[in-house]
């Protein structure tokens, strides 16, 4: 990777395997989370119009699992908050994730592209509240007051993922590019890299345990444990 000048733009997108290592499931690897249930039956539009309850009691537990006290910020979160704090330019940070240890480990220049899972949204008003406990049809909107209307605030498949105009005009300005922990084979997302390179101006860097289904596009590639690699690639750039 060639230095970056002082003052140079910083976006990084991470994906499920940055949270693997603490404690939480990936969706595609071997069994992950769409080996145990339907992503058609907990992560579609269609599946929770059929079924609300089901769709609650995945989310409720999955809200369960965030709050177990073994789920913490690895050392991957920590060093990208370090970057965040200590990089004399700006860093933007993209998550496909819709856990908050990005958040806990001190990040906050952050986009949750896929929505995030400590929060609910109200169908009826539209509005999005914070929420970690269980949710279910009784509950009513803390705003509108109407039961029923809460679902989760998670971009489901089928779904526009949220801020895709911000994601891109950061993606068109950006003087590196890094992907970590990523499978590469879900979009908008995988096709980051390219709209990077299509302006041949950023460079490009994937992080990750294996080679992602975009590894090719990439200039370069490290592989390794996102807890190991992540950190290293910090003090490299902090240096």
Same mark, same amino acid.
């Given at each position: 990777?060639?230095?970056?000048?002082?003052?140079?733009?910083?976006?990084?997108?991470?994906?499920?395997?940055?949270?693997?290592?603490?404690?939480?499931?990936?969706?595609?690897?071997?069994?992950?989370?769409?080996?145990?249930?339907?992503?058609?039956?907990?992560?579609?539009?269609?599946?929770?119009?059929?079924?609300?309850?089901?769709?609650?009691?995945?989310?409720?537990?999955?809200?369960?699992?965030?709050?177990?006290?073994?789920?913490?910020?690895?050392?991957?979160?920590?060093?990208?908050?370090?970057?965040?704090?200590?990089?004399?330019?700006?860093?933007?940070?993209?998550?496909?994730?819709?856990?908050?240890?990005?958040?806990?480990?001190?990040?906050?220049?952050?986009?949750?592209?896929?929505?995030?899972?400590?929060?609910?949204?109200?169908?009826?008003?539209?509005?999005?509240?914070?929420?970690?406990?269980?949710?279910?049809?009784?509950?009513?909107?803390? #705003?509108?007051?109407?039961?029923?209307? /809460?679902?989760?605030?998670? +971009?489901?498949?089928? *779904?526009?993922?949220? $801020?895709?105009? !911000?994601?891109?005009?950061?993606?068109?300005?950006?003087?590196?590019?890094?992907?970590?922990?990523?499978?590469?084979?879900?979009?908008?997302?995988?096709?980051?890299?390219?709209?990077?390179?299509?302006?041949?101006?950023?460079?490009?860097?994937?992080?990750?345990?294996?080679?992602?289904?975009?590894? #090719?596009?990439?200039?370069?590639?490290? /592989?390794?444990?996102?807890? +190991?690699?992540?950190? *290293?690639?910090?003090? $490299?750039?902090? !240096?």
């Amino acid at each position: 990777m060639q230095p970056l000048a002082p003052d140079a733009f910083i976006v990084i997108l991470t994906g499920a395997g940055i949270s693997k290592e603490s404690g939480l499931d990936t969706f595609r690897c071997e069994g992950g989370t769409w080996s145990k249930v339907r992503i058609e039956d907990v992560a579609t539009p269609e599946g929770y119009r059929r079924n609300p309850i089901l769709v609650q009691e995945f989310y409720n537990a999955r809200r369960e699992g965030l709050r177990d006290a073994e789920v913490q910020p690895n050392a991957a979160h920590l060093a990208l908050a370090r970057l965040e704090r200590e990089w004399t330019g700006e860093v933007l940070l993209i998550t496909q994730n819709i856990d908050d240890l990005h958040e806990r480990a001190g990040s906050s220049n952050l986009i949750h592209m896929h929505g995030e899972l400590l929060k609910i949204r109200c169908e009826n008003c539209g509005q999005i509240h914070i929420w970690a406990e269980e949710l279910s049809a009784q509950v009513p909107c803390p #705003s509108c007051h109407i039961a029923g209307q /809460l679902r989760p605030h998670i +971009v489901w498949f089928g *779904e526009i993922p949220l $801020e895709m105009e !911000r994601i891109f005009d950061a993606l068109g300005q950006c003087d590196l590019f890094v992907s970590i922990g990523t499978s590469g084979n879900v979009y908008p997302a995988a096709g980051f890299v390219e709209a990077v390179r299509y302006q041949g101006v950023g460079q490009t860097l994937e992080l990750n345990l294996d080679p992602s289904e975009r590894s #090719s596009v990439f200039e370069e590639n490290r /592989l390794g444990l996102a807890s +190991v690699i992540v950190p *290293e690639f910090v003090a $490299e750039i902090l !240096r």
